[in-house]
């Protein structure tokens, strides 16, 4: 999961600041505060959304189930992290700034960012999930 953090991180950085000299100290911030308060949160998410929507759509196939499951947690993490990433980049005096970056950041990285996120939610979770119950 540090890889998917510190690459969507690394694009919305980039999306932001180009190749200058300040993107790697701001890529690497922001990497660390996706790593240490995002994932955590992450988890957490997944697995009540998965219950969730399991309640609300019983009847759906299951990988109908992780893929609608990727498309919510894409949307919902890329957002954080976008906002992480132009806050480490503009601070948060100005919002017009920042929702510009924001902005920015997520289009950039949202294609990327939902491959690796339906990748998650439909291969490595249930390989995951099955061996913890075994």
Same mark, same amino acid.
Not at 32 to 53: N, T, W
Not at 73 to 99: H, K, N, P, W, Y
């Given at each position: 999961?540090?890889?998917?953090?510190?690459? +969507?991180?690394?694009?919305?950085?980039?999306?932001?600041?180009?190749?200058?000299e300040? @993107? +790697?100290?701001?890529?690497?911030?922001?990497?660390? =505060?996706?790593?240490?308060?995002?994932?955590? @949160?992450?988890?957490? +998410?997944?697995?009540?959304? $998965? =219950?969730l929507?399991?309640?609300?759509?019983?009847?759906?196939?299951?990988? =109908?189930?992780?893929?609608?499951?990727?498309?919510?947690?894409?949307?919902?993490?890329?957002?954080?992290?976008?906002?992480i990433?132009?806050?480490?980049?503009?601070? @948060?005096? $100005?919002?017009?700034?920042?929702?510009e970056?924001?902005?920015?950041?997520f289009?950039?990285?949202?294609?990327?960012?939902?491959?690796?996120?339906?990748?998650?939610?439909?291969?490595?979770?249930?390989?995951?999930?099955?061996?913890?119950?075994?």
């Amino acid at each position: 999961m540090g890889s998917v953090a510190g690459t +969507l991180t690394g694009i919305m950085t980039w999306a932001n600041t180009g190749f200058s000299e300040i @993107f +790697l100290p701001n890529w690497g911030i922001s990497f660390l =505060k996706a790593v240490f308060v995002l994932l955590p @949160f992450a988890f957490l +998410l997944m697995g009540l959304f $998965d =219950k969730l929507l399991s309640r609300i759509m019983p009847g759906l196939a299951p990988m =109908k189930l992780r893929i609608v499951l990727g498309l919510i947690m894409a949307v919902i993490m890329q957002s954080l992290m976008a906002v992480i990433t132009a806050g480490t980049e503009a601070g @948060f005096g $100005d919002m017009t700034v920042v929702r510009e970056l924001w902005l920015n950041a997520f289009i950039t990285a949202f294609p990327v960012g939902l491959v690796l996120a339906l990748v998650l939610t439909t291969t490595v979770r249930p390989w995951l999930m099955a061996m913890l119950r075994a």
